[in-house]
């Protein structure tokens, strides 16, 4: 339903700071709800932030993990169908596949943090950010 393409990850050292994009296309619902996640090597997947893209109130509205609130920002460009998450002040411990991934969800659902890696049908490729100590 929506193709989703991850870019912009790279190898930085420990304080540094990279910009991931989510290019999305296909049609979006007036209920959607795109996310990043990650997978560090060896452990499971997570979810880091999400924000409400859909036409309902509560549009642009975000949610973020307690691990990278504060250092990560999620935010929208309608206008390039894209999401980007911006990340600051990263560590070792950030070093992980970013996926990001789309699914229909109620605006107080998508940015409160209600939801879980199972209810998103849509994934992308992923992006590998690397940091170094």
């Known amino acids: 339903r929506v193709h989703l393409a991850e870019s912009g990850g790279d190898s930085v050292q420990s304080g540094g700071s990279l910009r991931l994009s989510c290019a999305y296309s296909?049609?979006?619902?007036?209920?959607?709800?795109l996310a990043w996640f990650r997978q560090p090597p060896g452990k499971e997947r997570e979810g880091v932030a999400s924000i409400y893209i859909g036409d309902l109130a509560g549009s642009g509205s975000t949610y973020y993990a307690d691990s990278v609130k504060g250092r990560f920002t999620i935010s929208q460009d309608n206008a390039k169908k894209t999401v980007y998450l911006e990340m600051h002040s990263l560590k070792p411990d950030d070093t992980a596949m970013y996926y990001c991934?789309?699914?229909?969800?109620?605006?107080?659902?998508?940015?409160?943090?209600?939801?879980?890696?199972?209810?998103?049908?849509?994934w992308g490729q992923g992006t590998q950010a690397t940091v170094s100590s």
């Open positions: 991934a789309a699914t229909s969800l109620m605006p107080d659902d998508c940015y409160s943090g209600s939801w879980s890696e199972e209810l998103f049908s849509d």
């Open positions: 296909g049609s979006i619902d007036i209920d959607d709800c």
